[in-house]
């Protein structure tokens, strides 16, 4: 309806090909870039979404934006208003120097960019613009801005490098470390804009209109992940560690909350979030939020944990029910084994002992296993033991793994027939006359008529001829 999808203003049920950035030649048209620069084709390296607004950074380090832009208006008293914009267009206030990064809240933007024209590894300045009724563009106000402004607490000459930023609705969080190589490594999380529900992490419920520390975070945890959801902000450091705060209440989405009025969030200021199984999560990679929930990416990237809000299965752990705590998102897909395991999780106590759950069930599938074998081999012994006293009442002898037909040996078929001639033709005579003392004394016990006139063929047809010489 405004345009953030890029097309023409309509929704999309499906995903929609960009032709904007299929070619340079919309870049072309526009640019006064060099004729090399101008031949290399786009290619999008980030992208971010806001409430009602989208943003890319292609390989020039160009931001395109489009959705509800920020535009010179007229018609609006304090010249300033959101503009829809069906197809990406660039944000040339930034031309000469490459976009790094970029966040978006509800209406306002937050960008990294190099100081000159390429980035080379040097430290970034933070620019804001749009809307800022509550301050989240950190530039001690609450006017709204149409172009890009310098944050002046991350300018050029600030001690500080930011090398994170994240948007909440109408918040903004940054991380940054010491410029000066010879500090001692120092990071730290900043937040300004809407306090209203501790999402700053300040302890208290006011806003901020410049970028201020959330001091309650330890000083000697290094931040490599910082995201913000509509009311609360999450942070994660290298060695796993886990923070959360803002309004919680109701939405599950910080552990031991506690209520101090009306408007209060669970959490003004951070709350250790730890995992059912272990306190740390092990090489997180990076932590995001939705509206009501947290998604963290760790085990380096082998393995998700989510918690807060469930509905509509946004948490990926096979409910739709809310967990306070982070829980294994059921991905990459599962064996069956594993999938019972998350599956039938109820409760907090299940989740606790999944480890004694795997090791018990690897023991119960062993134990199975070992008496299903204990079953075959009783059934072998029986068929070894009746093929011997068979063996032996037919010739004497008991019976070894020599008297094996060679055409058992070498094959998986038996020819019983050709067998049976073969070993009559070179049997002897004390061999020939044991094989007619067993049919006859088979014969002796067998009580069916038609199986007797059997019987009797075959010692007529094998043994007689052998036996009546002398």
């Known amino acids: 309806m405004d345009g953030q999808l890029g097309m023409n203003g309509e929704n999309a049920v499906v995903p929609h090909l960009m032709e904007q950035f299929l ?6 048209s526009v640019t006064n870039e060099s ?18 607004m989208s943003l890319a950074i292609d390989n020039l380090g160009m931001l395109w934006m489009w959705g509800n832009c920020p535009q010179q208006s007229g018609s609006c008293e304090s010249g300033f208003s959101l503009v829809s914009s069906f197809t990406p267009i660039p944000v040339w206030d930034f ?20 100081v000159g024209e390429t980035h080379k590894g040097e430290h970034l300045v933070c620019y804001t613009w749009g809307k800022n009724d509550h301050g989240q563009l950190g530039l001690g106000d609450k006017e709204n801005r149409i172009h890009p402004e310098i944050v002046e607490t991350f300018n050029q000459d600030s001690p500080w490098a930011v090398y994170e930023v994240a948007c909440g609705a109408f918040h903004t969080a940054l991380l940054t470390r010491k410029k000066r190589p010879n500090d001692k490594l120092e990071n730290t999380c900043w937040t300004f804009g809407l306090g209203e529900n501790g999402q700053l992490g300040h302890g208290t419920t006011q806003s901020a209109l410049k970028p201020e520390r959330v001091n309650e975070l330890p000083q000697d945890a290094y931040l490599i992940s910082v995201d913000c959801g509509l009311f609360h902000t999450s942070v ?38 730890r995992g059912l199984q272990e306190p740390r999560f092990h090489d997180p990679i990076q932590i995001v939020c939705g509206a009501a929930h947290t998604v963290l990416v760790a085990s380096d990237g082998y393995k998700l944990w989510s918690w807060g809000r469930g509905r509509s ?27 019972d395991r998350e599956l039938n999780k109820d409760t907090e106590d299940n989740l606790e002992n999944k480890g004694s759950e795997e090791a018990a069930g690897t ?17 072998l012994s029986i068929m070894e033991k009746y093929a011997g006293i068979l063996h032996s009442s037919i010739f004497g002898k008991p019976f070894t793994e020599e008297d094996i037909p060679n055409s058992l040996r070498n094959s ?53 001829s052998s036996t009546t010489e002398n």
Not at 97 to 107: L, P, R, S
Request: overall charge neutral.
């Open 236 to 273: 994660v450091s290298s060695a796993g560690d886990l923070w959360s705060w803002g309004m919680v209440k109701g939405l599950g989405l910080c552990p031991d909350a506690t209520f101090t009025g009306t408007d209060a969030g669970d959490a003004m200021s951070p709350l250790r979030i």
């Open 363 to 379: 023991e119960k599938r062993l134990s199975l296993a070992m008496e299903e074998m204990k079953l075959l081999q009783s059934k």
């Open 313 to 339: 299965g946004v948490l990926g752990t096979g409910k739709t029910i809310d967990f306070v705590a982070p829980t294994v998102v059921l991905w990459p897909p599962l064996t069956d084994d594993f999938k």
């Open 35 to 52: 004729e090399t620069k101008r031949k290399v084709p786009l290619k999008v390296c980030s992208v971010k979404a806001g409430g009602m």
């Open 412 to 464: 998986d078929t038996f020819d019983i027939a050709k067998e049976w001639e073969d070993m009559l033709e070179s049997a002897d005579r004390s061999k020939l006359i044991r094989l007619e003392l067993f049919y006859r004394n088979m014969l002796a016990g067998v009580k069916d008529k038609q199986m007797k006139r059997r019987i009797q063929e075959i010692i007529k047809e094998f043994i007689p």
């Open 95 to 114: 031309h000469g120097h490459a976009v790094v990064k970029v966040a978006c809240g509800n209406e306002h933007v937050v960008a990294l960019v190099s």
């Open 23 to 28: 070619s340079p030649s919309s870049f072309d």
